[in-house]
């Protein structure tokens, strides 16, 4: 499982700031904890996280790698906004069954389980998330999502991390215009593969680029494709590769 950092962020303009830079609607934290992104101002993936209030306070979960350049942001951001960003030293648990007090079901889909934050690692989870991610078609941080992602292809509406109503934030004036346009044309798709195949490789049809393999467990994967050139079996270096269309 991918290394997590719980950040705090607290402070009276808390809320006020991180609704003008992410990608999901602050307001639904009094509901639950929600899943959003930042991104760059052309609309670019820059990193994904999950919000939870704490009292007066918002607890961020990022991913470790990505956690000291999202501080260094936040920051440029914050300017004179009364707002303070500070390591927890909290730790992530995950399950999929009988979730405790303590825990909120994965704001992204319900069937990947629930999370929660606690003062000492976890040591007792065998659960195959890789696997659980390429069922249910779950974009991860450095693997799937990288700088060159649009959220809208990698599936961020059918996983709550976008709310189209909520006003301007960074990026969002690029990702209105994906959702109002026609069909998007690329975008994070189930496959089956008949060998298997590196992370990375490319996918091809009658030659010509037709898109990236990722995320493999078994005979399945995530892909990013070109809609236009999956409609028929692929390639990816000695695989050929198929399209779940029933995802």
Not at 13 to 32: M, P, S, W, Y
Not at 167 to 190: F, N, S
Request: aromatic share 8%.
């Amino acid at each position: 499982m991918t290394s997590r950092r719980i950040l705090r962020l607290s402070g009276p303009d808390t809320r006020e700031f991180l609704q003008g830079l992410v990608t999901n609607d602050i307001r639904k934290l009094d509901q639950a904890p929600i899943y959003a992104a930042i991104l760059t101002p052309q609309g670019k993936f820059i990193t994904d996280f999950f919000l939870s209030a704490e009292g007066d306070s918002v607890l961020l979960d990022v991913a470790e790698a990505d956690a000291d350049a999202l501080v260094q942001r936040l920051t440029m951001y914050k300017l004179r906004a009364d707002v303070t960003i500070d390591a927890t030293g909290l730790h992530l648990h995950r399950g999929l069954e009988n979730a405790p007090d303590d825990a909120y079901s994965d704001p992204r889909d319900a069937r990947m389980g629930w999370r929660a934050y606690r003062d000492t690692p976890q040591t007792d989870d065998t659960t195959d998330w890789d696997a659980l991610r390429v069922t249910y078609m779950i974009p991860e941080t450095g693997a799937e999502l990288t700088s060159d992602s649009f959220i809208l292809e990698m599936g961020f509406e059918r996983l709550n991390g976008v709310d189209f109503r909520k006003g301007c934030y960074v990026g969002q004036e690029v990702t209105a215009r994906m959702k109002h346009k026609t069909e998007l044309r690329k975008g994070l798709a189930q496959v089956e593969i008949s060998a298997p195949v590196e992370p990375g490789t490319d996918i091809t049809a009658d030659g010509k680029p037709a898109g990236t393999l990722f995320t493999r467990t078994g005979t399945h994967a995530l892909a990013y494709l070109r809609y236009d050139r999956a409609k028929a079996a692929m390639q990816a270096g000695d695989a050929t590769v198929t399209m779940v269309t029933d995802g």
